[in-house]
Nanobody
Framework: HVQLVESGGGSVQAGGSLRLSCAVSGIFYSNYCMAWFRQAPGMEREGVAAISSAGSADHADSVKGRFTISRDNERNTLALQMNSLKPEDTATYYC????????WGQGTQVTVS
């Protein structure tokens, strides 16, 4: 079955950096767009960044210039490098893939103080 497992979350001070990873199994990874979403308490889930199977990336305006999405099609992994973190980046971060993003990880918590 399809599994997505995020890692790399944690607590950092404003201005710090974190690198999230997502390990994917059970799906022909390189065929699909991959994305990072986040959800803060009491807020709707929002898209953070996405990357096509060919490696074309797009980032939400709120993170552009600070976050970078990347993928490794040989290792079936997705990454999100987050720099210059702000308190408003505090959220649970999820990776997603598959048709219509039908597959999700369990999430990893990022807290910026």
């Amino acid at each position: 079955h399809v599994q997505l497992v995020e890692s790399g979350g944690g607590s950092v001070q404003a201005g710090g950096s974190l690198r999230l990873s997502c390990a994917v199994s059970g799906i022909f990874y390189s065929n699909y767009c991959m994305a990072w979403f986040r959800q803060a308490p009491g807020m709707e889930r929002e898209g953070v960044a996405a990357i096509s199977s060919a490696g074309s990336a797009d980032h939400a305006d709120s993170v552009k210039g600070r976050f970078t999405i990347s993928r490794d099609n040989e290792r079936n992994t997705l990454a999100l490098q987050m720099n210059s973190l702000k308190p408003e980046d505090t959220a649970t971060y999820y990776c997603a893939t598959g048709g219509l993003f039908g597959y999700w990880g369990q999430g990893t918590q990022v807290t910026v103080s």
